[in-house]
């Protein structure tokens, strides 16, 4: 989806979004000087980890927004499994993005393949997601990926067996620094 310039450039404005907290601003994006590409609407995650490979913030939006700034501010300041990031942090943090596909129903589970597809568990006022290389980092299965996105949703992990449950798929282009 993205050539390395572009990986790059949204690297850089998640960085700069944290950066910009710490001085007390707000990061001003000018939109002419950004590739086209980057302007397509997309949902994107970002995530923080430290130096150990241990996360320390994941926050994105599946809406269709340019949402790497957002996210990136998000998941320093605002992600409630932990406490806000450090300005003496920042240095040591691995930054990672995720853009989304577009999502689609799954009519059948056995369209799921684990490695390539990110999963949104929802039923009722509960929704779960879980990033495609979750499944992979953690070596799970489909069925184990499944009950850990009904999980994550606050869900009964065999809740996605339920006909009231929808399940649907993506998958994102995932790059880091």
């Known amino acids: 989806?993205?050539?390395?310039?572009?990986?790059?450039?949204?690297?850089?404005?998640a960085r700069q979004s944290i950066e910009a907290v710490f001085d007390g601003r707000r990061l001003e994006l000018d939109l002419g000087t950004l590739d086209e590409a980057l302007k397509r609407p997309s949902g994107a995650f970002v995530t923080l980890n430290e130096r150990t490979g241990d996360l320390r913030g994941c926050i994105g939006s599946i809406e269709p927004v340019a949402a790497v700034s957002?996210?990136?501010?998000?998941?320093?300041?605002?992600?409630?499994?932990?406490?806000?990031?450090?300005?003496e942090e920042l240095r040591d943090l691995h930054?990672?993005?995720?853009?989304?596909?577009?999502?689609?129903?799954?009519?059948n589970v056995d369209e799921i393949e684990v490695g390539r597809d990110g999963l949104i568990v929802s039923r009722g006022n509960r929704a779960g997601?879980?990033?495609?290389?979750?499944?992979?980092?953690?070596?799970?299965?489909?069925?184990?990926?499944?009950?850990?996105?009904?999980?994550?949703?606050?869900?009964?992990?065999d809740s996605w067996r339920s006909p009231d449950c929808r399940i649907e798929k993506f998958s994102a282009e995932v790059f880091g620094e």
């Open 129 to 157: 997601l879980l990033l495609p290389q979750v499944a992979t980092e953690y070596a799970w299965d489909r069925d184990t990926f499944l009950r850990q996105t009904c999980i994550k949703a606050g869900l009964p992990g």
């Open 1 to 13: 989806m993205f050539n390395d310039d572009q990986r790059a450039q949204l690297l850089r404005i």
């Open 70 to 87: 957002s996210s990136a501010v998000s998941a320093a300041f605002r992600d409630p499994r932990f406490v806000p990031v450090r300005k």
């Open 95 to 107: 930054i990672e993005i995720s853009v989304m596909s577009p999502i689609v129903p799954v009519g």
